[in-house]
């Protein structure tokens, strides 16, 4: 099973015993040999999220790996980061401004679509011990502009920033405005708005937080049948500020129609976890464990699986796109996309990491520079 939580505390592990088992397996067999550069051949990252923004597509993932695609999601090459650690989530405000943000409270942001990244540090002021630097592992990220983003992420963690990442400022949720009695330093998953003022994040033990004054204030809107440790919600997407959809562990997606006053649970024909979901009106699709996609034209009243390669990689990161294009993302660097709104899909044309390294080469030594691109 295959959530945002368990990237830092469970499928991290299993990442790390791909890459450490990489120089072996490269080989088909054959004895290691540190001489042979083949033997390091690091294999495709494992991607976690995708955000797309007119005709440019980007995706983030294991090790600091972020792909760009220039063709609405049919081809896709590597980005070179200034980071290691794994990015959870990336968003834009439109093709050029955006953010990924990861493990250990790391963020990176671009200005130019993707040619480069930069490291920002999110300071912020803590009550009790003065000025910090976020260290929470962040699981979800939301570019409402090229100056304003918003960040959410392990221990109740909730950081904006409105001067394009310069500074960063928290917000704590008091205890008493969750919809529930667990512990208030929860995992946040995703932060969705629809308009600058019409928020929401989700996370464990049910947890459905909605701003209405442009995340100045967040309130508990959960109301649903059921233990909320029953329901471990990953996923946001809204269409409108009426019409929003969360999904989850176990299968679960929801929704309402009345901007958070009530929700109903939708029947996605699966018990499999369920890691994205997106919403293009009543148009929605549903990606998860064990190469799960669903879609739905209704607004999840009814659900079809789409004509698709067959797989059985875990997807977590799906988004729409312009003139019927949908990208979906997950496991392995799997990349599926979409020209007919998610009626079928094809496997994208994704770089490996050895082609991103000479392409990358070929360009240094024509801009006139020696120094060889970092090895992913």
């Known amino acids: 099973m295959k959530q945002r939580m368990k990237l830092e505390r469970f499928a991290v592990w299993i990442a790390l015993g791909v890459a450490i088992a990489t120089p072996g397996g490269a080989?088909?067999?054959?004895?290691?040999?540190?001489?042979?550069?083949?033997?390091?051949?690091?294999?495709?990252?494992?991607?976690?999220?995708?955000?797309?923004?007119?005709s440019r597509a980007y995706a983030a993932g294991y090790w600091g790996m972020v792909l760009r695609s220039l063709d609405r999601g049919a081809t896709w090459n590597v980005t070179q980061t200034p980071v290691e650690r794994n990015l959870h989530a990336i968003d834009f405000a439109d093709e050029m401004h955006g953010w990924a943000v990861g493990a250990q409270g790391v963020i990176i942001r671009t200005t130019d679509g993707g040619d480069s990244w930069v490291l920002q540090i999110a300071e912020v002021d803590d009550e009790f011990e003065g000025r910090i630097t976020i260290e929470e592992s962040l699981f979800g990220v939301v570019a409402l502009s090229k100056d304003v983003a918003w960040a959410v992420g392990d221990l109740g963690v909730i950081i904006h920033t409105s001067d394009g990442g310069t500074t960063w400022q928290r917000e704590r949720v008091p205890e008493e405005n969750f919809a529930d009695t667990e512990l208030p330093d929860r995992i946040f998953n995703a932060i969705e708005f629809s308009t600058p003022e019409s928020g929401w994040i989700t996370g464990e033990f049910g947890t459905l937080l909605r701003s209405a004054d442009g995340g100045a204030s967040w309130q508990g809107a959960r109301q649903l049948e059921g233990s909320v440790e029953d329901i471990y919600l990953i996923g946001m997407a809204n269409a409108g500020e009426q019409l929003s959809f969360a999904c989850g562990v176990g299968g679960v997606a929801i929704r309402t129609r009345d901007g958070g006053k009530s929700w109903s649970t939708l029947s996605v024909p699966t018990g499999a976890g369920l890691y994205d979901i997106a919403a293009s009106g009543e148009n929605v699709i549903v990606v998860g464990d064990r190469g799960v996609i669903f879609t739905s034209a209704d607004a999840g009243e009814t659900w079809r699986d789409p004509k698709r390669p067959q797989l059985f990689n875990w997807?977590?990161?799906?988004?729409?796109?312009?003139?019927?294009?949908?990208?979906?993302?997950g496991e392995k660097a799997t990349i599926l996309f979409s020209t007919d709104g998610g009626a079928s899909f094809e496997k994208a044309l994704v770089e490996s990491p050895k082609a991103a390294r000479e392409r990358q080469a070929i360009m240094l030594?024509?801009?006139?520079s020696q120094e060889p691109p970092p090895a992913r």
Request: charged share 30%; hydrophobic share 40%.
């Open 365 to 368: 030594l024509e801009m006139g």
């Open 27 to 54: 080989n088909d067999g054959a004895p290691f040999d540190p001489a042979d550069s083949k033997s390091w051949e690091v294999p495709l990252a494992d991607l976690f999220d995708v955000d797309m923004e007119g």
């Open 315 to 329: 997807l977590q990161g799906v988004d729409y796109g312009e003139n019927g294009r949908v990208v979906v993302v």
